[in-house]
């Protein structure tokens, strides 16, 4: 999830750090926040329960903190996903990355609505839509070197 930050600062960089650019990133920030928050809460219910018992306890407790449930475990899963989509989506209208890119995107999204089966498949598709972008001559970064 560390790895989203720099992806997400850069499909920005490519949107040209519009509001609506910097808005879908901190969306895109923000749930992989959360999810370091979800692996951060299980590894230390893990290894602090006892049995299968004690951590289905301790994760009542946990997700009975108002707010804990929806944020972490609900809406933080959808945000990856969404702000992927709605990202590369713009991208692909001002024509910033091939349209293949976006529609890989895009199939790594529906794809993961089929269930917990899919994880290798929208890893590929995410790979194939997030690999290394090339820098353009006229790009910001490169014009000042």
Same mark, same amino acid.
Request: net charge positive; glycine share 6%.
């Given at each position: 999830?560390?790895?989203? +930050?720099?992806?997400?600062?850069?499909?920005?960089?490519?949107?040209?750090?519009?509001?609506?650019?910097?808005?879908?990133?901190?969306?895109?920030?923000?749930?992989?926040?959360?999810? &370091?928050?979800? !692996?951060? !809460? %299980?590894? $230390?219910?893990?290894?602090?329960?006892?049995?299968?018992?004690? &951590?289905?306890? &301790? =994760?009542? %407790? !946990?997700?009975? +903190?108002p707010g804990v449930n929806l944020v972490v475990y609900t809406l933080a899963p959808v945000l990856l996903y969404l702000a992927l989509l $709605? &990202?590369?989506?713009?991208?692909?209208?001002?024509?910033? #990355? *091939? #349209? =293949?890119?976006? $529609?890989? +995107?895009?199939?790594?999204?529906? #794809?993961?609505?089929?269930?917990? %089966?899919? *994880?290798?498949? $929208?890893?590929?598709?995410?790979?194939?839509?997030?690999? *290394?972008? *090339?820098?353009?001559a006229d790009s910001p970064a490169t014009e000042h070197n």
């Amino acid at each position: 999830m560390v790895l989203f +930050v720099p992806v997400f600062l850069e499909l920005r960089r490519l949107a040209g750090r519009g509001l609506f650019a910097t808005a879908t990133t901190v969306v895109g920030l923000v749930r992989a926040a959360c999810s &370091m928050a979800q !692996i951060s !809460i %299980d590894i $230390v219910v893990g290894t602090l329960a006892a049995d299968h018992e004690a &951590m289905r306890g &301790m =994760w009542a %407790d !946990i997700r009975s +903190v108002p707010g804990v449930n929806l944020v972490v475990y609900t809406l933080a899963p959808v945000l990856l996903y969404l702000a992927l989509l $709605v &990202m590369f989506c713009q991208l692909a209208l001002v024509r910033a #990355v *091939p #349209v =293949w890119r976006a $529609v890989a +995107v895009v199939c790594a999204v529906l #794809v993961s609505l089929l269930g917990l %089966d899919a *994880p290798p498949a $929208v890893g590929l598709l995410l790979c194939v839509g997030l690999a *290394p972008f *090339p820098r353009r001559a006229d790009s910001p970064a490169t014009e000042h070197n």
